[in-house]
Every structure is written in structure tokens, then in C-alpha cells.
Nanobody, 127 residues
Framework: QVQLVESGGGCVQAGGSLRLSCAASGHTFSRYAMGWFRQAQGKAREFVAAITSSWGGGMTYTADAAKGRFTISRDNAKNMVYLQMNSLKPEDTAVYYC??????????????????WGQGTQVTVSS
């Protein structure tokens, strides 16, 4: 099992940047594929970005809405995964969730692929 704790959310003006962090417990972090999802008020949770486990070579995949602006990365030595968000827009306002899926070599884009979730961190972008 793994426990996830997000941090780094906050309020920022449009065009600004934020870096979200997700701290994971456990000794096999590198074997987990990791993902970031977000949920705006009144909307379904949606995929933002994912990174494969060490078996997948740490490859990344980013949703079209975030491509070119958001970057996912991980530091297996620190049990951390990050989401660097640049050029933020008001439509990026949401609660952002970190998620983990054990094993495999793929970057998973579906919520159902992830067994473990953090509590979420709020990101608010003002115009």
C-alpha cells in the first residue's frame, strides 16, 4: 500500500505558475505509476498528467488541455512526484489529486487504473 499527501496548491493570477508536490509513503515507490487528476466544482474528475513506473522508464503523458504548460516529474529517491504548472488559466481552477497505480510499464490515464489517491489540494487561478 501507499499513502499520498499533496501540497503546493494556492491562489495565483492567470499567467502565473505553481508547483504541486505529492509525497508517497512506502519502500517500493519506484514501482508505482503516478498520475495527477483534477476536479473542478460541479464537474467530473479528469486526467491531467501521468508518469510511468521505473519499469516504464519514467515516460510521461499529458492531457491536451495541459500540454505545453504542465510537466509531471518524479524523484524516486525522495518518494515524490511533482506537477509544474505554468501559464495558468482560470479554467485550471480545481482540486488537484495525486494517484498511484502499482506495477506495469504504462502511463495510465483512466481514474479506474489507480488504486491510491491523495486528499487533494486546491488550485485557484484568478483572471
Amino acid at each position: 500500500q501507499v499513502q499520498l499527501v499533496e501540497s503546493g496548491g494556492g491562489c495565483v493570477q492567470a499567467g502565473g505558475s505553481l508547483r504541486l508536490s505529492c509525497a508517497a509513503s512506502g519502500h517500493t515507490f519506484s514501482r508505482y505509476a503516478m498520475g495527477w487528476f483534477r476536479q473542478a466544482q460541479g464537474k467530473a474528475r479528469e486526467f491531467v498528467a501521468a508518469i510511468t513506473s521505473s519499469w516504464g522508464g519514467g515516460m510521461t503523458y499529458t492531457a491536451d488541455a495541459a500540454k505545453g504548460r504542465f510537466t509531471i516529474s518524479r524523484d524516486n529517491a525522495k518518494n515524490m512526484v511533482y506537477l509544474q504548472m505554468n501559464s495558468l488559466k482560470p479554467e485550471d481552477t480545481a482540486v488537484y489529486y495525486c494517484a498511484a497505480a502499482f506495477g506495469g510499464s504504462r502511463a495510465y490515464t483512466y481514474r479506474s487504473s489507480y488504486a491510491y489517491w491523495g486528499q487533494g489540494t486546491q488550485v485557484t487561478v484568478s483572471s
